[in-house]
């Protein structure tokens, strides 16, 4: 498995470098001007998530803080049972 890790050039600025896990050296050679960069450390990239799966995450752990609270039973439904098509073509009395 790949890992994205992030180092930071003192005359260059921040770049990627992707790696095997576990693999990233504390110092990694800049791709433009080849001095050594240092390694940062940051937070993981956890904004690829869609929102739909964020917006469930974030329900789901509300729910497990302060579940709503449910004052009376809802009404029970049931779907409207529509007719066989086979019946259709039944003979009508």
């Given at each position: 498995m790949m890992a994205t890790y992030e180092y930071l050039c003192s005359h260059c600025g921040c770049f990627d470098v992707k790696l095997t896990i576990g693999t990233a050296p504390k110092s990694y050679g800049c791709p433009t001007c080849t001095n050594p960069a240092r390694r940062l450390y940051s937070a993981p990239g956890l904004s690829l998530t869609s929102s739909a799966s964020a917006a469930l995450h974030?329900?789901?752990e509300q729910a497990r803080e302060a579940p709503a609270v449910v004052s009376e039973v809802p009404p029970r439904t049931r779907p409207k049972r529509r007719p066989?098509?086979?019946?259709?073509?039944?003979?009508?009395?």
């Open positions: 974030e329900r789901e066989h098509p086979a019946l259709s073509r039944l003979p009508r009395p």
